[in-house]
């Protein structure tokens, strides 16, 4: 059976701490990994990973993806209250591509 | 920014009604979905659809659930008798082709059945 996998389920930290958030999956005929992160409702977009070792930025955060061993990571530097939020992993799979996903880290980040 | 448009945010219907969730996904895309998240748990995926039929369904979209697109815009998922474990947040998702593998997805209806 397809799972995806998140740790930690939640994380409390300080403003200016560095996070990293795990995420390792078991699907059939992979074909990307995606970050999200749900604050109040939708989930909005933050990276897909489909190589592994290639490493994608968007200002403090960043992620990376190690396909041999079917791992992803999230990285945030100098977190901000506002990072506080649900991050989910999700993983494509199938023919159409659904989306997997996994329990999400809670994340809250304290002034 | 397109949108996928999600009505109405919020829904509380009886037990055993009927209830549909509309959609409205981003205008050049091909490939539709909807998901659920029960309060506390994982989103789970329903169903896909392309091309006007189902292309996958999971093992939740069972024969209470149907999906239809039914004027070229909109994209609905109905319930036909609602039970109390229904009650869950419903997302809807669209993506342009086979190679965009960039949900957006809608901001959701909360649906409490009672």
């Known amino acids: 059976e397809d799972k995806v996998v998140q740790s930690p389920l939640s994380l409390v930290v300080h403003e200016g701490d560095t996070v990293t958030l795990n995420c390792s999956y078991e699907?059939?005929?992979?074909?990307?990994l995606l970050w999200y992160k749900q604050e109040k409702k939708a989930p909005t977009f933050l990276f897909m990973l489909?190589?592994?070792?290639i490493e994608k930025k968007s200002g403090r955060l960043s992620s990376i993806l190690d396909k041999k061993e079917l791992f992803s990571i999230l990285n945030i530097t100098a977190t901000q209250t506002g990072d506080s939020a649900i991050y989910l992993c999700?993983?494509?799979?199938?023919?159409?591509?659904?989306?997997?996903f996994g329990a999400g880290t809670r994340l809250a980040v304290h002034p | 920014e397109p949108e996928v448009t999600q009505t109405p945010s919020h829904q509380v219907t009886q037990m055993g009604q009927e209830v549909i969730l509309r959609c409205v996904p981003i205008s050049n895309h091909l490939y539709f979905y909807w998901y659920r998240q029960i309060l506390g748990q994982k989103v789970e995926f329903l169903v896909s659809?392309?091309?006007?039929?189902?292309?996958?369904k999971s093992e939740i979209f069972d024969d209470q659930f149907s999906v239809e697109r039914p004027d070229g815009s909109n994209f609905t998922l109905k319930i036909r008798s609602t039970k109390l474990e229904d009650s869950a947040m419903y997302f809807c998702a669209s993506r342009r082709d086979r190679d965009d593998y960039g949900y957006t997805f809608g901001s959701g209806t909360r649906l409490t059945v009672v």
């Open positions: 489909t190589s592994s070792g």
């Open positions: 659809f392309y091309n006007n039929e189902i292309s996958e």
């Open positions: 699907v059939t005929n992979f074909r990307s």
């Open positions: 999700a993983v494509h799979s199938g023919g159409y591509n659904k989306l997997i």
